[in-house]
């Protein structure tokens, strides 16, 4: 006897609902694909729009990101308010805290390895760190800030995130 009622709990019994209804993956006409179109009522601006690399490059090196003909600082930061070469508006790509912060980005990630790096192998004291590290850090940081914001403001003017600041 223990067979028979053990033989329904085998496998799910076919019920006359379950055949009934068909699967929800029926044959059904495939709606027409919808592609999408760019919004071509925008013009591309008069300055030349070099490809996202070459702006950012041209900016790293501190050359205006659209042409690459003139210099994008006419200083240690501040960027020239418009290309003499192409008239791109460089100066109203707005960088504000975004160079800060990809320089303290890269400068942690190469002195932060250096002094564990340094910890591990010699164990040197607090004040040979502080001599080396101190210094490499403030270097690295004054070299790399100048071209991580030239690299910013060719990204920005690539994607076109210029905007005027109001009149005061
Ligand atoms: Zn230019």
Redesign the pocket.
């Known amino acids: 006897m223990e067979p028979a009622t053990r033989a329904p709990l085998a496998g799910a019994p076919l019920t006359a609902a379950s055949v009934a209804s068909p699967p929800s993956t029926s044959i059904r006409a495939a709606p027409e694909p919808v592609y999408w179109e760019p919004d071509r009522s925008i013009l591309p601006p008069p ?1 030349p729009v070099p490809p996202m690399p070459t702006a950012i490059a041209r900016g790293l090196m501190g050359r ?1 990101p ?2 690459g ?2 210099h994008l600082f006419n200083g240690y930061l501040r960027v020239a308010a418009e ?1 003499g ?2 008239g ?1 508006p460089l100066g109203l790509a707005r960088a504000d805290d975004a160079p800060p912060y990809f320089t303290i980005l890269l400068v942690g990630h190469i002195v932060i390895p250096l002094m564990v790096l340094a910890q591990r192998l010699q164990n040197p004291s607090t004040l040979t760190m502080s001599a080396i590290f101190l210094p490499l850090s403030l270097f690295l940081t004054l070299a790399l800030l100048r071209p991580v914001k030239g690299g910013t403001v060719g990204l920005m003017l690539k994607l076109d995130l210029l905007r005027d600041l109001p009149e005061r």
Do not use: N
Request: hydrophobic share 30%.
């Open positions: 300055w205006c659209a042409c003909k003139t290309c070469q192409c791109a």
